[in-house]
């Protein structure tokens, strides 16, 4: 199984940045590049998309909800504290 195909666990997804970018949200989403691409495309990505020029980001907290992650109890601060 390659880096890219692998499937993200808890630690890593609360790991991930503010914003990141298609392909890794839709690695999370296990969600293959073509189908990240056609759906962003037509404006039906799960996640609403941030563009900037030609790159499309994903907010992380969106993303974690959609996924049915809880964000860490006292946010952002909290995971920085605890590594």
């Known amino acids: 199984?390659?880096?890219?195909?692998?499937?993200?666990?808890?630690?890593?997804?609360?790991?991930?940045?503010?914003a990141v970018d298609l392909m890794t949200a839709a690695r999370?989403?296990?969600?293959?590049?073509?189908?990240?691409?056609?759906?962003?495309?037509?404006?039906?990505?799960?996640?609403?998309l941030l563009r900037y020029?030609?790159?499309y980001r994903v907010a992380t907290a969106e993303l974690?909800?959609?996924?049915?992650v809880p964000l860490p109890a006292g946010g952002a601060s909290a995971r920085v504290e605890s590594t």
């Open 1 to 18: 199984m390659t880096e890219e195909s692998k499937a993200f666990t808890i630690r890593e997804l609360y790991d991930l940045p503010a």
């Open 28 to 48: 999370a989403l296990h969600m293959g590049r073509t189908m990240a691409y056609e759906l962003a495309r037509r404006g039906e990505f799960p996640c609403r």
């Open 53 to 55: 020029g030609g790159t």
């Open 64 to 68: 974690l909800e959609l996924l049915g």
